[in-house]
Structures are given as C-alpha cells and as structure tokens.
C-alpha cells in the first residue's frame, strides 16, 4: 500500500505541474487486453478407411493443431480427437483448457488528480497481478497439449487401411462430446472438422444434435452420406482451422466494440 501511494503521488504531482486537474485521464478501455467473446469446443475426426487415400483425404498431422490449441489457450475450451475406423468404439483424446479470469479494467476517473492517480496505480497493480497469472495458466495449458499430441500421434499415424467405416458412429460420438454443457459461464463456440470421404458402411445416418459448424474435408470433395448436413467443404483441415480462427477473431473484435 505504501509503495502504491508513493506512485500515486508522484503520478498526481507530475501531473498537477504539467495539466490542469480536469485534463487527467484513466487509461483507455481500449488498453485492456482484448477478451474472447466465447470458449471453443472442436471435435476432429479423421478418416482411416481404405478408401480415404484413392479419394483424397488429407490425414492430419499432429502439428496442424498447433494453430487452434493456441486459440484455445487463449480463449479457453476443449479439442477432441477421434478417428473413423475399427475400433468404433474408443473414446476420444481430449485436452481442455481453462477460460482467462476477466482482465481488470480502469476505474472511472476521479475528479481530482491525486484520486485519480492513485486509482490508474491500483489499476496497474491490477493488471500486472492478471498478466502474470495468466502467464502461468498459458505456459500449463501449453505444456499439457506437447502432452497430449504425444498421446495423439499414435492415433492419427494409423494406416489408412480399415476395412470397415463406421463414419456415423464416429459422428454419434463427436456430437455428443460437443454438446457436453459449458463448465464456465461463458458460451462455446463449436466446431467440428471431418477429414473424410462421407462413405459409411457400418450403421445408419442419425440426427446431430450439437449445433456444431461442420467442416468436411477432402480432395475429391466427395460428401457420400452426408449430403443432408449443412456444411462447408474445404480443401483441407488446415483451411477448416484457419477459418475458425478469423471466425473467433471476429467474433472478439465484435464484443470488443459494444
């Protein structure tokens, strides 16, 4: 308390010498570190049936999540990671982040220069305390995604060679993951990437219920059972990511401005 008293009145002193006491003002709202406007569950899925490759699927890589797991370090949320192929029935490999507190935000400017200062003191006190915390919870999450693509390189190294495509069952699956509730007050952004050629030969079509935004990957552009969702074809997952990060951005820089 003492030092910020201190800093206070050499900020109020500073500024009586040079301005008159109604010029002062508190730092911008716009100073504030820009906050996501939702956290973002993505469900991915890739195809491991014989006929991916004959008709142009893409096979992710591990370091092609790297640009979403950023986003969602920074926004907070959830990937999933699933194939379609024997067997069905695993689970997916999640990793989840925790959405950033709220940055702290300028106290309304006082009237006279020493309350003032002594506020915009508090105010960076404030705000240092929340960079570093939250430069704590980014170098985690960070290092518990390494953790979690080391777990996920052996899934996503399979041959494409299975002889069967439960694809509606791998669907069942990701929808369901992303339909889980919100663990934060703030909503989810969802998303689901499909890198697959649509062909299904084991179970029948069901209703997606998760609200998810469908992307669906290949280069054929071959949709086969799904041709009754709403969809966007891209030409591969790295598009589909790419396209949710500006869509994020978008929606930030929307929040930003009410």
Not at 10 to 19: F, G, I, Q, R, Y
Not at 157 to 168: E, I, M, V
Not at 231 to 256: H, M, Y
Request: proline residues 7%; charged residues 20%; glycine residues 6%.
């Amino acid at each position: 308390m003492g030092r910020l008293l201190v800093s206070a009145l050499v900020l109020a002193l500073s500024l009586t010498a040079c301005e008159s006491s109604n010029a002062f003002r508190a730092p911008s709202p716009n100073t504030v570190i820009a906050a996501c406007a939702n956290t973002v569950r993505l469900g991915a899925l890739q195809d491991k049936s014989a006929s991916a490759t004959p008709n142009g699927v893409y096979q992710m890589r591990p370091d092609d999540f790297r640009a979403p797991a950023e986003l969602i370090v920074r926004c907070g949320g959830e990937i999933g990671i699933g194939v379609v192929g024997i067997p069905s029935g695993d689970p997916l490999h999640r990793w989840a982040v925790a959405a950033p507190e709220p940055s702290p935000r300028p106290a309304k400017a006082d009237d006279t220069p020493i309350n003032a200062a002594i506020d915009a003191a508090a105010y960076e006190e404030r705000l240092a305390e929340w960079n570093r915390k939250n430069d704590e919870r980014v170098k985690r999450a960070r290092l518990e995604f390494d953790d979690f693509m080391g777990k996920v390189t052996p899934l996503l190294s399979q041959k494409a060679d299975h002889g069967k495509t439960p694809l509606w069952l791998a669907l069942a699956r990701v929808d369901a993951f992303l339909a889980e509730p919100d663990s934060s007050s703030t909503t989810s952004s969802r998303y689901l990437v499909l890198s697959s050629d649509g062909i299904n030969t084991s179970g029948k079509p069901i209703p997606l219920t998760s609200g998810a935004t469908l992307f669906i990957s290949n280069g054929s552009q071959a949709v086969g059972s799904l041709d009754k969702l709403m969809f966007t074809v891209v030409e591969s997952p790295v598009g589909a990511f790419r396209k949710i990060i500006d869509l994020e951005n978008t929606n930030a820089n929307r929040a930003q401005s009410f």
